[in-house]
Nanobody, 114 residues
């Protein structure tokens, strides 16, 4: 069955970096656009970054532009989110999402705190 498994979250100090991974299985990963979302406590889930199926098109929320980089390795069925210069307001559960397939991962917690 379709499965998306996020990893790489954790506790990091402000200004630090983390790299999230999303391992996909059960579907033809290379033909689907993918995205990262996040949900902070008491807030709605928001789109963080988008990447097209071939990786040639990426888009970012204004709040993470120039700090986060989305990428994918279709040979490994894996998507990544490199997060640099992290801020406390980046604290959230981060989810990967297969666009048009409607599939979500279980999420990985990112906490930015000193």
């Amino acid at each position: 069955q379709v499965q998306l498994v996020e990893s790489g979250g954790g506790l990091v100090q402000p200004g630090g970096s983390l790299r999230l991974s999303c391992a996909a299985s059960g579907f033809t990963f290379r033909i689907y656009d993918m995205s990262w979302y996040r949900q902070a406590p008491g807030k709605e889930r928001e789109l963080v970054a988008f990447i097209s199926s071939g990786g040639g098109i990426t888009n970012y929320a204004d709040s993470v532009k120039d700090r986060f980089t989305i990428s994918r390795d279709n040979a490994k069925n894996t998507m990544y989110l490199q997060m640099n210069t992290l801020k406390p307001e980046d604290t959230a559960v981060y989810y990967c999402h297969a666009v048009h397939l409607g599939a979500w991962g279980q999420g990985t917690q990112v906490t930015v705190s000193s």
